[in-house]
């Protein structure tokens, strides 16, 4: 049975998205091996004059960039970043990020949605980050994204699934994939959001703040492996009493 | 000329390919705003610079 992953037509057989910040280059290969992840975002910034490390050349060929759009407080700015990113030529894969806030780091949706609306038109496969709002993940399937992104917590944090039952609306609701984005801290966290049936979770802090970071990444790949397994057997029924799993009937002093 | 936030003196009439190669970048994996526009590629031999322009060079880094 195949079970992949489809964002923008392009099937991902891994639904561990993973974040290459805060954490360096020497080790991402490992971590991107270990974890078994297919898609690994990064951000666009200032090059330095005379020459500098490439992170590229530290991400395995075989994955799937994600730039994101962090530093857009806007969605013009968010639309200049995207376009930037792919005059780099590493495909037209974008996760839009737009915010203003900077102690949560909270996405701007209304800005977002605009931003979405404009790359999916000039081809992109976007993938905007936001926050878990039934009317913004309808307003931005309708924008042309080809998932959503529902924040757990604030990003960062590690707090785990705080938006849980939001979460699970989009995951009623929307068509697009659900991809739970910034926030989840630990591996059941993640696994539980896969067993409530998000497409794919991604991690960064979670993983590059972990004192064994390629292991930690083994950690999530297998969780996040586990809670889509759980989901697609279907969870057992809950009950509020006993119900023994040994035969009644046959005891020794019958 | 402004250079990612810094003043630079542009000096010989150059080429945006001949800039970036002088000063060490690597032009396979950045990508050019010249005062807020996008700079196509394929131009950045053709592109002439001028002492009034505004460059934004930009590269992919870790990040979520």
Redesign the interface.
Same mark, same amino acid.
């Given at each position: 049975m195949t079970d992949q992953l489809v964002i923008g037509g392009h099937p991902f057989n891994s639904r561990f998205i993973l974040?290459?910040?805060?954490?360096s #280059?020497e080790i991402?290969k490992a971590v991107v091996e270990n974890g078994g992840a297919e898609i690994v975002? #990064?951000?666009?910034?200032? !090059?330095?004059?005379?020459?500098e490390e490439?992170? #590229?050349d530290y991400i395995p060929s075989n994955i799937r960039?994600l730039?994101?759009t962090?530093g857009a407080r806007t969605a013009e700015e968010a639309v200049?970043i995207a376009?930037?990113?792919r005059?780099?030529?590493?495909g037209n894969f974008i996760k839009v990020e737009v915010i203003r806030d900077s102690k949560y780091l909270f996405p701007d949706n209304y800005e977002t949605i605009k931003a979405t609306e404009i790359l999916a038109k000039d081809g992109f496969v976007v993938m905007p980050y936001m926050y878990p709002d039934l009317n913004v993940a309808r307003d931005l399937v309708n924008a042309g994204a080809a998932a959503v992104m529902p924040l757990a917590a604030p990003?960062?944090s590690n707090k785990g699934l705080s938006t849980r039952d939001f979460i699970e609306i989009l995951v009623n609701e929307i068509a697009v994939p659900i991809i739970v984005d !910034?926030g989840i801290g630990r591996p059941s966290q993640a696994c539980e959001a896969m067993e409530m049936g998000v497409d794919a979770v991604?991690c960064?802090?979670a993983v590059a703040t972990a004192k064994n970071i390629p292991l930690m990444a083994k950690a999530f790949g297998q969780a996040i492996e586990s809670g889509r397994n759980a989901y697609l057997a279907g969870l057992g029924r809950v009950l509020t009493e006993a119900e023994a799993s040994s035969p009644l009937t046959g005891f020794l002093e019958d | 000329m402004r250079v990612n936030g810094k003043e630079m003196t542009l000096g010989n009439s150059q080429s945006l390919l001949q800039f970036l190669e002088v000063n060490l970048f690597d032009v396979t994996t950045l990508a050019v705003a010249r005062n807020g526009e996008i700079v196509p590629k394929a131009t950045y031999d053709v592109v002439m610079l001028d002492e009034e322009d505004t460059l934004e060079v930009v590269r992919f880094v870790g990040g979520g």
């Amino acid at each position: 049975m195949t079970d992949q992953l489809v964002i923008g037509g392009h099937p991902f057989n891994s639904r561990f998205i993973l974040g290459s910040g805060k954490f360096s #280059l020497e080790i991402v290969k490992a971590v991107v091996e270990n974890g078994g992840a297919e898609i690994v975002t #990064l951000a666009l910034r200032r !090059a330095n004059l005379g020459g500098e490390e490439n992170i #590229l050349d530290y991400i395995p060929s075989n994955i799937r960039l994600l730039p994101n759009t962090s530093g857009a407080r806007t969605a013009e700015e968010a639309v200049k970043i995207a376009r930037l990113a792919r005059e780099i030529n590493c495909g037209n894969f974008i996760k839009v990020e737009v915010i203003r806030d900077s102690k949560y780091l909270f996405p701007d949706n209304y800005e977002t949605i605009k931003a979405t609306e404009i790359l999916a038109k000039d081809g992109f496969v976007v993938m905007p980050y936001m926050y878990p709002d039934l009317n913004v993940a309808r307003d931005l399937v309708n924008a042309g994204a080809a998932a959503v992104m529902p924040l757990a917590a604030p990003i960062g944090s590690n707090k785990g699934l705080s938006t849980r039952d939001f979460i699970e609306i989009l995951v009623n609701e929307i068509a697009v994939p659900i991809i739970v984005d !910034a926030g989840i801290g630990r591996p059941s966290q993640a696994c539980e959001a896969m067993e409530m049936g998000v497409d794919a979770v991604m991690c960064n802090t979670a993983v590059a703040t972990a004192k064994n970071i390629p292991l930690m990444a083994k950690a999530f790949g297998q969780a996040i492996e586990s809670g889509r397994n759980a989901y697609l057997a279907g969870l057992g029924r809950v009950l509020t009493e006993a119900e023994a799993s040994s035969p009644l009937t046959g005891f020794l002093e019958d | 000329m402004r250079v990612n936030g810094k003043e630079m003196t542009l000096g010989n009439s150059q080429s945006l390919l001949q800039f970036l190669e002088v000063n060490l970048f690597d032009v396979t994996t950045l990508a050019v705003a010249r005062n807020g526009e996008i700079v196509p590629k394929a131009t950045y031999d053709v592109v002439m610079l001028d002492e009034e322009d505004t460059l934004e060079v930009v590269r992919f880094v870790g990040g979520g």
